[in-house]
């Protein structure tokens, strides 16, 4: 069956409506009907050609909340009606090491992306949320229980959310830890939300004096200018971990030497040209280490859906007709959105 999106057909052209198909519903499928897609930095980067590897025609979108109109006969987690969410991953090989711990974000076959991954279905990539449908294995698709009114406001929860979260749990962020989260964007107020939400002691780091009243009003406890040496200075030798979600290069130094004796700075953006080298004395003398990580597997995504659920956290969102993505995109570019775009899907009707 024909459905409306919105792609690009070229790196170079601006994204456009097009029709597309999705698959029958399989025995272990759930089809979905898309309400609200976040709009990802990732989606820009794919659609632009600026990671390599992007197949055309390209429908990006990995924030996906909507209602269930289909189920296979194998299906039972999931009825007609049902609200849920699709994330980043939509397969895996679920046989590996990774995969058997529900880490398929780490799958040692490649796990299969939202949009952009090899599937049979054609075109022989997958097409993303900028789309009315979508047919997923029910494997990978999650169960949402916020109330109707924060619906377009989850959907960044399916990415962002997940990519700070995973971090925040592994590294055993919570009571007693000071946490810093450096950049406050569509990554970062997650951060800040979610540390503070675990019960740590939160410092958010801007470039901008702008933003520190808003990091209070997510939940930091403290904020510190980063281009400030003295305000950087305090807090030496003082963090359990730090979250650094910015992609940009740069200096990692200065986030290193406030790290305490065994403390760690986690990456999670990929920036465009490789980050200076560390300081490696600074890692070796305090048992510091630099690590990063990778979104989210499965049933950690439901964990954080659940908890923020139960704790009332969601995204601070700007909501987009699907006819407004190429001037979206441009603001994202210059960080001129607080904190994520979300496409209202019922606009794709008018594509």
């Given at each position: 069956m024909a459905i409306k999106a919105y792609g690009a057909f070229a790196a170079d052209k601006p994204l456009e409506a097009m029709d597309i198909t999705r698959r029958a519903v399989g025995p272990n499928d759930v089809q979905i009907e898309i309400a609200y897609c976040g709009v990802c930095h990732s989606d820009l980067h794919t659609v632009r050609s600026e990671w390599a590897g992007t197949l055309f025609p390209c429908v990006p979108g990995h924030e996906?909340?909507?209602?269930?109109?289909?189920?296979?006969?194998?299906?039972?987690?999931?009825?007609?009606?049902?609200?849920?969410?699709?994330?980043?991953?939509?397969?895996?090989?679920?046989?590996?090491?990774?995969?058997?711990?529900?880490?398929?974000?780490?799958c040692e076959n490649g796990f299969v992306g939202t949009y952009n991954g090899p599937t049979p279905?054609?075109?022989?990539?997958?097409?993303?949320?900028?789309?009315?449908?979508?047919?997923?294995?029910?494997?990978?698709?999650?169960?949402?229980?916020?109330?109707?009114?924060?619906?377009?406001?989850?959907?960044?929860?399916?990415?962002?959310?997940?990519?700070?979260?995973?971090?925040?749990?592994?590294?055993?962020?919570?009571?007693?830890?000071?946490?810093?989260?450096?950049?406050?964007?569509?990554?970062?107020?997650?951060?800040?939300?979610?540390?503070?939400?675990?019960?740590?002691?939160?410092?958010?780091?801007?470039?901008?004096?702008?933003?520190?009243?808003?990091?209070?009003?997510?939940?930091a406890d403290e904020v510190v200018v980063s281009r400030n040496e003295g305000e950087?200075?305090?807090?030496?030798?003082?963090?359990?971990?730090?979250?650094?979600?910015?992609?940009?290069?740069?200096?990692?130094?200065?986030?290193?030497?406030?790290?305490?004796?065994?403390?760690?700075?986690?990456?999670?953006?990929?920036?465009?040209?490789?980050?200076?080298s560390p300081d490696v004395a600074a890692l070796i003398f305090k048992r510091r280490a630099i690590a990063g990580s990778l979104i989210g597997g499965i049933a950690e995504t439901q964990e954080m859906l659940d908890f923020c659920a139960e704790h009332g956290i969601v995204s601070e969102i700007e909501t987009i007709d699907i006819q407004e993505i190429e001037t979206a995109y441009e603001r994202m570019q210059k960080s001129d959105v607080k904190y994520r775009f979300v496409i209202d899907s019922a606009s794709l009707a008018k594509a």
């Open positions: 996906i909340v909507g209602r269930v109109s289909a189920v296979g006969g194998q299906v039972s987690r999931f009825k007609e009606g049902d609200v849920v969410g699709v994330g980043c991953l939509v397969d895996s090989c679920k046989h590996c090491h990774s995969c058997d711990e529900g880490l398929e974000q780490y279905d054609a075109p022989g990539h997958t097409l993303g949320g900028y789309s009315q449908q979508i047919v997923v294995k029910d494997d990978f698709v999650l169960k949402i229980r916020h109330p109707e009114e924060q619906l377009a406001a989850v959907a960044p929860l399916l990415c962002a959310g997940i990519t700070t979260w995973s971090p925040l749990r592994h590294w055993n962020v919570g009571p007693g830890k000071k946490v810093g989260i450096v950049g406050i964007g569509g990554l970062g107020h997650m951060g800040v939300k979610l540390a503070h939400a675990l019960g740590a002691h939160v410092v958010a780091f801007t470039t901008s004096e702008a933003k520190r009243q808003d990091a209070l009003d997510l939940g950087m200075a305090a807090h030496a030798n003082s963090f359990d971990f730090i979250l650094n979600t910015v992609s940009a290069s740069h200096s990692l130094d200065a986030f290193t030497a406030l790290l305490k004796r065994d403390g760690t700075l986690c990456l999670v953006g990929v920036p465009e040209h490789a980050h200076p």
